[in-house]
């Protein structure tokens, strides 16, 4: 027979067991896994937003957040294994950005939830069947619009009015990037404009790229947005310098590093909005009802000091339109 006096105890006792088991519950730790393509220093400056944008969810690392970083150096082939560490860590979800990294997530697990970041095509290279209803266990961000490396020879002609050679860089490992460098042909076409394609996927690649290159001396050069070209980026511009050649680009971080132009889709920006999927997906959420969102804003930035060094002058009508000048 329960006394009151007994009563009243064990009701006490679960009063103060009840915020001690929400004080536990809300300092779960739970474990992210962040593959990235190129290295921890060249990335930093996404690993940077995406923390923030974490932050600003609630989550501390080392209190109530662990995100397991694993590096492929630029080898695309190291994916596979790297993967396996994380799911061997039984993380929570993971976060990767670009196709291939995206693909290798896919092929390995259909359970873990997969944050995707800057996918070109989701849907075209069969990482998703839609952007509305991605189902599975992804979700995400892409980079797709279909008209952009349109716009990035658009704007290279705008700045060389006589321009009809340009030398085109692209990853031929990529299912991505063989259709991304067929829609520059088809907007070369219109613009009446030569292609010199270059399918790379290694440094070797690039190196023997640059001396095809550089005898053949096409007027421009155009960079295709993969992460093998990020983080080979200092090289690429050191070689566009020596051969006097101006570019544009997808990525910001080769205008920083001395190139004449880039145009896409905020990548910081889309780094810390994947945050927010992640901040869901650890809450509950079921990944593939996320629907996979689309960029949120694009970024001109132009460098006035290469332009400077290769003897253009940037037309106002490309200024006016540029989010960033480098002076």
Not at 149 to 157: I, T
Not at 190 to 199: P, Q
Not at 312 to 322: D, E, F, G, K
Request: proline fraction near 5%; charge should be positive.
């Amino acid at each position: 027979m329960i006394t009151r006096r007994k009563l009243v105890a064990a009701l006490g006792a679960t009063a103060l067991a009840a915020p001690l088991t929400i004080f536990a519950q809300q300092q779960k730790i739970r474990r992210v896994g962040f593959l990235g393509n190129s290295t921890a220093a060249l990335e930093a400056h996404l690993v940077g937003p995406f923390r923030e944008g974490l932050r600003d969810f609630g989550y501390v690392e080392g209190r109530n957040l662990l995100i397991e970083y694993r590096w492929a150096e630029g080898k695309y082939e190291r994916f596979p294994a790297l993967i396996e560490e994380l799911i061997a860590l039984k993380v929570d979800a993971i976060v990767t950005a670009g196709t291939p990294a995206s693909l290798a997530v896919k092929k390995a697990t259909t359970t873990i939830p997969l944050v995707m970041i800057a996918v070109g095509d989701p849907v075209g290279t069969g990482i998703v069947p839609s952007l509305s209803r991605p189902g599975g266990n992804i979700t995400g961000l892409t980079s797709i619009a279909q008209e952009l490396d349109a716009k990035r020879l658009e704007l290279l002609r705008e700045v060389i009015p006589g321009l009809s050679h340009i030398a085109v860089l692209w990853n031929s490992a990529s299912p991505l990037q063989a259709i991304e460098q067929n829609r520059v042909r088809v907007a070369a076409q219109e613009l009446r404009m030569a292609i010199l394609s270059y399918g790379v996927q290694t440094e070797e690649g690039l190196e023997k790229a640059f001396a095809t290159i550089a005898k053949e001396r096409p007027g421009a050069l155009l960079v295709l947005a993969d992460r093998l070209f990020l983080h080979h980026r200092e090289r690429i511009m050191r070689f566009a310098t020596q051969q006097r050649l101006p570019g544009v680009y997808a990525y910001r971080e080769l205008v920083e590093a001395g190139g004449l132009m880039s145009f896409g889709p905020s990548y910081r920006g889309m780094h810390r909005r994947a945050a927010y999927f992640v901040d869901r997906i650890l809450k509950g959420a079921n990944p593939g009802e996320l629907p996979v969102e689309r960029p949120a804003s694009f970024e001109l930035v132009v460098n006035l000091n290469a332009a400077k060094a290769l003897g253009l002058t940037i037309p106002q009508s490309v200024l006016l339109r540029a989010s960033e000048v480098i002076q």
